[in-house]
């Protein structure tokens, strides 16, 4: 198949899903062309079957605001003719599956079918949908879609209850490849690469996020300094975004900045993970938790809020640990009983990367999408 693949190709879960999903794909023969302003980030640029196409936004004085989403379906509709595609498959409904219904109208009005699938990830349903100036686009466009799918049973529920969608979702989960994330092996090799994170003794607790008020990444620092004050220990932060500055000097005033470690965004967080004893998510809403399914793979246990689709993906006191939203004392005291008890810490790292291999692989996960491509094209989805 010539899949056309558009998402946002900044840091963030649909992005990531979207750039491995295409990657995935033509590891498998397909040919997947990727439209968007600019390359996902996680795209090499030298990746076999895989092209990319820029989306141009040209700025008049006319315009207090570029029409991407314009620009954005005249070259989804130019790539899908001159390239022959099969399908559009867009991440995220806003605004990408509004221009894919126009890509899809331009095309139809010269005869060629374009069907397109919209993938549901999480704040396209729960928040920015929900806005009063989105709503009605956005159920029009998700109800006018040939195929949708959601990541989660949460979000798809959800999505029906707040936009009264009536047509079909299929549940497709988020997905790793266990072949890329995947533990550290040798003892004496984690042991060594743990050093230039942490003196032998100490714990490493890590968080991966867009550091977005929803992640909750104060709530991150409070927990590590109540486990600081009773293990040696140190926090890893991986990402950016708008509450970085005020973990910063929260960790600042907290008396721990020695011990915390912001690292910014990075590309290669597969070899970051295994590094880690456990991961921090107490976020205030996930639809999946694609941060906790990375660390599980590569058998580190989460600290997790039970919210939205997490407890799809963590069963509680198995593979993790959840707890409500902002018991900060709970999660760390969560997390100080794991370290404290390395025989109960291990046996959840075995289950966590069991739970990822046997549900969540991409060898599982991607020929869904490909039979659901299929369907779409068959008209039956």
């Given at each position: ?7 946002y190709?900044?840091?963030g ?5 979207a ?7 033509a590891?498998?023969?397909h040919?997947v ?6 390359q ?11 092209l ?5 936004v ?7 605001f570029p ?7 005249s070259?989804?509709?130019e790539v899908?003719?001159?390239y ?7 991440h ?16 139809a ?42 990541i989660s049973?949460?979000?798809r ?8 969608v009536?047509r079909?979702?299929e549940?497709?989960?988020?997905f ?7 533990p550290i ?15 032998p ?19 991150v620092?409070?927990?590590f ?14 990402g ?6 005020a ?9 721990i900045?020695s011990r ?12 970051l ?6 991961m921090?998510?107490?976020s205030?809403?996930?639809s999946?938790?694609l941060?906790?399914?990375e660390?599980m793979?590569c ?5 997790a ?12 006191r ?8 902002g018991?900060?004392?709970?999660m760390?005291s ?6 404290q008890d390395r ?7 075995e ?5 990822a ?9 991607v ?9 779409v094209?068959?008209?039956t989805?």
């Amino acid at each position: 198949m010539r899949i056309g693949i558009t998402c946002y190709p900044t840091y963030g879960g649909s992005g990531v899903v979207a750039t491995e999903l295409g990657i995935e794909l033509a590891a498998m023969g397909h040919e997947v062309h990727f439209i968007s302003y600019s390359q996902p980030f996680r795209l090499s640029g030298r990746d076999d079957g895989i092209l990319y196409h820029e989306v141009p936004v040209s700025s008049y004085p006319l315009f207090e605001f570029p029409p991407y989403d314009l620009a954005l379906a005249s070259r989804m509709a130019e790539v899908a003719e001159f390239y022959d595609l099969d399908l559009l498959h867009v991440h995220y409904a806003i605004p990408h599956s509004v221009s894919a219904l126009l890509a899809r109208q331009m095309l139809a009005a010269r005869g060629r079918r374009l069907p397109f699938v919209t993938t549901l990830h999480g704040t396209d349903i729960t928040l920015v949908g929900l806005d009063r100036s989105y709503l009605p686009i956005t159920r029009y466009a998700i109800q006018e879609s040939d195929g949708v799918t959601s990541i989660s049973d949460y979000l798809r529920e959800k999505t029906v209850q707040d936009f009264g969608v009536t047509r079909g979702i299929e549940v497709v989960p988020n997905f790793v490849n266990c072949d890329v994330y995947t533990p550290i092996r040798d003892d004496d090799k984690r042991a060594e690469a743990r050093k230039r994170l942490a003196a032998p003794d100490e714990a490493i607790l890590m968080h991966l996020s867009n550091f977005r008020p929803v992640k909750r990444v104060l709530d991150v620092v409070r927990i590590f300094a109540q486990v600081a004050r009773e293990v040696p220990a140190q926090l890893v932060l991986v990402g950016d975004g708008p509450d970085r500055s005020a973990a910063e000097w929260l960790a600042h005033d907290l008396g721990i900045q020695s011990r915390v470690h912001f690292l910014g965004k990075m590309e290669r967080v597969n070899e970051l993970l295994p590094l880690a004893d456990l991961m921090l998510m107490p976020s205030e809403l996930e639809s999946f938790g694609l941060a906790a399914l990375e660390a599980m793979a590569c058998k580190v246990p989460s600290i997790a809020t039970s919210v939205g689709g997490v407890p799809e993906l963590i069963d509680n006191r198995v593979t993790g640990l959840l707890y409500a939203v902002g018991d900060v004392d709970g999660m760390a005291s969560g997390a100080l009983s794991l370290l404290q008890d390395r025989a109960r810490l291990e046996e959840m790292r075995e289950a966590g990367r069991k739970t990822a291999q046997s549900q969540f692989c991409s060898s599982l996960v991607v020929p869904h999408y490909v039979r659901y491509y299929e369907q779409v094209l068959a008209g039956t989805a």
